[in-house]
């Protein structure tokens, strides 16, 4: 059983557990992106099992009136086994998706996948004529050329910052050159994605932008943020009538994610300490 101080960031070990936070998150009108823990499997074995897994998650998530979808990582479905087996996972997911009508988001991961990724999500997006997103990161420095492909995709993306350490040549590396660009892909988005922009931050400043630049060129948006992180501002901006959705991770391997988001910020370091504390 996961203790109640990881409960803030990971939605249960089970998927009847993670559907049980899907209810409650869309209670307060917030909707929910499932994803399986797992990555970097080196063995068909447990890529192919955690692609099944997904498929069964599909059909629970379409026996339900959850507002609820997925969202995959290309490692944890065979990228480190072989392009292909990656290929057959990923398009088995997404075709299961789409019959069940549940939207399959694919996640991003250090730059040495790029390629492979925005590849595999292209040819799907096109033979299923939407029902996929895929992420793209603003601190590597192709990602607008990228956005520039995938603007004519019928399928959806994700902007995020980025949360790799790319090296220098291929990536801003600093806070502020990231958040130049990704202020930039997010004009680039609104001006050219008509089907909509996913955008994928906490930053109050980057979603106060998005909503600037929604209310100047229409393009419809959605906001993307973590379970556990700014939960408020997920509600409220929920109440106000935007688009929001919870990526919300679940399963047994639960412990490596829940220690990187209590490293990646004081106030999370301290909410952890204070639960071990009981204060
Ligand atoms: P930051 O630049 O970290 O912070 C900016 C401001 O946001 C802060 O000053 C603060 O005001 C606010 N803020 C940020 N974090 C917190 C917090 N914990 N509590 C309170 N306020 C906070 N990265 C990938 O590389 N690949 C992916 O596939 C991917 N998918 C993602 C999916 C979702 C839904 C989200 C939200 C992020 C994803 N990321 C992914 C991670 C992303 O790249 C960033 O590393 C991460 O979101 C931190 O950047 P930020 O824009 O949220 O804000």
Known sequence: MIPPIANRFVAGETPPEALDHARRANEDGVKVIL???????????????????YLRLI??????DLDACVSVKPSQIGLDVGEDVFRRNYRDVVARGVDRGVFVWCDMEDHTTTDATLNAYEELAREFDGGVGVCVQANLRRTREDLDRLADVPGKVRLVKGAYDEPADIAYT???EVNEAYREDLEFAFERFDGGIAVGSHDPAMIDHAIALHEEHGTPFEIQMLMGVR??????????GYDVWQYAPYGGKWFSYFYRRVRERKENALF???????V
């Open 174 to 176: 600093r806070k502020e």
């Open 35 to 53: 994803n399986l823990l797992g990555e970097h499997y080196r063995a068909r074995e447990p890529a192919d099992e955690d692609a099944a897994a």
């Open 272 to 278: 952890a300490l204070r639960a071990v504390a009981g």
């Open 59 to 64: 059909e629970d998530i379409a026996a339900t």
């Open 231 to 240: 939960e408020d501002a997920q509600r409220e901006l929920a109440a106000r």
